[in-house]
Nanobody
Framework: QVQLVESGGGLVQAGGSLRLACKASGPTVRRHLLGWFRQAPGKEREFVAAISWSGGWTSYAASLKGRFTISVDNAKDTVYLQMNSLKPEDAGVYYC??????????????WGPGTLVTLSS
């Protein structure tokens, strides 16, 4: 089973930047995707960004593209989320996600425990 641990969250001023990291451990295959989701208090968990193992493919929530950048370091089995120009609505718990489509009908997923991002002004 893949295990994920996030780091890098904390308190940041509006307009500032943070870089989150998620390290994966355990068995891995090259077909997996890594991604970030977030959940604000009282709201549903929402998609932030995703990246292929190779880094050759990325996807972003439309509202976040341009401010957030996802990247992967294969040597370290780590995915990053660079967050710039942070806004109050960006606050919440950020979760790392590992996903593998074994077949069209069977998908394996793993989640990290989350890291909290808090904004101040």
């Amino acid at each position: 089973q893949v295990q994920l641990v996030e780091s890098g969250g904390g308190l940041v001023q509006a307009g500032g930047s943070l870089r989150l990291a998620c390290k994966a451990s355990g068995p891995t295959v090259r077909r997996h995707l890594l991604g970030w989701f977030r959940q604000a208090p009282g709201k549903e968990r929402e998609f932030v960004a995703a990246i292929s193992w190779s880094g050759g493919w990325t996807s972003y929530a439309a509202s976040l593209k341009g401010r957030f950048t996802i990247s992967v370091d294969n040597a370290k089995d780590t995915v990053y989320l660079q967050m710039n120009s942070l806004k109050p609505e960006d606050a919440g718990v950020y979760y790392c996600n590992w996903r593998l489509a074994v077949t069209v009908e069977r998908v394996l997923e793993a989640w990290g425990p989350g890291t909290l991002v808090t904004l101040s002004s």
